[in-house]
């Protein structure tokens, strides 16, 4: 009989075979790639563009741009679009982030001709309705308002300006009122000057066949269209950083929202892997230390998390919670508490085998499935320029790294001398 109060062994698995896209040059200058796997007959389209909001001139002009390119075309209105794609079982998507815009559509496989000719439409043709424009700017409007009364969007708002710069691309955000001085002309030129197919990358996942392959060369990639927005890469310049101790008066606040961290760097940057498991043993799955010390301990927070976000140029370091008002001085003494440790204590061996486990069964996840694998090479492209190689150094790290080295890591960009402390909340805490 079983015992059941026995933990089975941990086995590590040996690597991970990273399947590798078949990558197409298309007579337009657009990159294609094709990753054909699965045994359900559906497919999906990514075509990313170098869109995001760090090229505008004003702010939201990227985001409203790509929102409404679904709102209308030369031909069809908002719903006749929306009755198109759910009269062939479709769905998409369409939007910007700081670096890319993406445009992406979800198919049955045999529908996706169907699909494509009016994701083409959506893409090529938009025609920016005022009545749709004048829609989502109050939504968006009201929206923001009611987020830029919370705590955590007020530190998280006032955590990227301080370590990025508040004109700075990666630190710069909207406020309400920067919703009235758009227009459709800013997304028509935005439109024109930077959705095109030079520079433009386009991923095909799912079952397929030639017939879906040719289709998205017919309607992507045989003619030249659009602006072209290839090689921009507009330099970003370094923020002078001010206080490391930030402060967000919120008067009447009943919980204090803590944002914590640096600038660092994109997975590019050699110590990239080893960092990314350093972090999880902090705060980077639901058994970290921070979640054990501040929730389960300390009954502080609900929740609280430390997690590496990656930019094309740059990345920042960030640990997040909410905690409740009186709380709030106790936490940040038990977060540095934390850091100090992993600085100077080395990691039992039997902690460094659970996270070790945990990240080799999340690596396996994140590549189950044609969409997942997707997922992965756009995130690829984003940082290194498809480097595959970065998922075997990432696995060479979880299974080599000694608890030496994380000590070493840790010291070199996670003390918290180096860290700037943001808190939103009623009362000033430093």
Not at 391 to 406: A, D, E, K, V
Request: charged share 20%; with cysteine.
């Amino acid at each position: 009989m079983i015992n059941r109060t026995i933990a089975p062994p941990i086995y590590l698995t040996d690597g991970i075979n990273f399947p590798k896209p078949s990558c197409i040059e298309l007579p337009n200058g657009s990159k294609l790639l094709i990753i054909n796997e699965g045994d359900v007959e559906v497919c999906r389209l990514d075509i990313m563009f170098n869109a995001g909001s760090r090229y505008q001139q004003r702010k939201l002009v990227a985001m409203g741009t790509m929102s409404l390119m679904a709102e209308g075309t030369a031909s069809k209105s908002s719903q006749e679009i929306s009755e198109y794609f759910d009269f062939w079982g479709s769905f998409i998507g369409i939007s910007a982030d700081k670096d890319f815009a993406k445009a992406t559509a979800y198919s049955l496989t045999k529908y996706l001709p169907q699909t494509l000719q009016m994701l083409e439409e959506v893409v090529k043709q938009p025609s920016f309705p005022e009545a749709e424009l004048d829609v989502w700017r109050r939504r968006g409007k009201q929206s923001l308002t009611v987020e830029m009364d919370k705590t955590s969007t007020l530190a998280r708002m006032e955590f990227f300006k301080t370590i990025f710069g508040a004109e700075h691309p990666y630190g710069a955000y909207a406020v309400p009122s920067d919703y009235d001085g758009l227009s459709r002309i800013d997304m028509v030129n935005y439109h024109k000057s930077h959705i095109g197919s030079q520079g433009a990358t386009i991923i095909l996942s799912g079952k397929l066949s030639d017939v879906e392959i040719n289709a998205v060369t017919k309607h992507f990639g045989e003619t030249i269209w659009g602006g072209s927005n290839v090689n921009r890469s507009n330099s970003l310049s370094d923020a002078e950083l001010g206080s490391k101790q930030v402060f967000v008066p919120k008067q009447g606040a009943l919980q204090s929202a803590i944002r914590m961290g640096r600038e660092l760097f994109n997975r590019s940057h050699p110590d990239y892997p080893d960092l990314a498991v350093a972090n999880t043993i902090l705060g980077g799955y639901f058994g970290s230390r921070l979640m054990k010390n501040i929730r389960e301990e300390k009954g502080y927070t609900y929740g609280i998390g430390s997690y590496l976000l990656t930019f094309r140029d740059s990345g920042a370091f960030v640990i997040s919670t909410e905690v409740g008002a009186g709380y709030t001085q106790q936490t940040l003494y038990e977060i540095r508490n934390e850091l100090n440790r992993l600085i100077s204590e080395p990691v039992p061996e039997d902690e460094l085998d659970r996270v070790r486990s945990y990240l080799l069964g999340e690596a396996l996840r994140s590549l189950n499935g044609p969409f997942a694998i997707a997922d992965n090479i756009m995130s690829l492209h984003n940082f290194n320029n498809l480097d595959y190689d970065f998922y075997n150094r990432l696995m060479t790290s979880i299974r080599t790294i000694t608890p030496q080295r994380f000590m070493e890591v840790a010291a070199k960009w996670l003390s918290p001398d180096l860290l700037v402390e943001c808190v939103a909340g009623a009362d000033n805490p430093f």
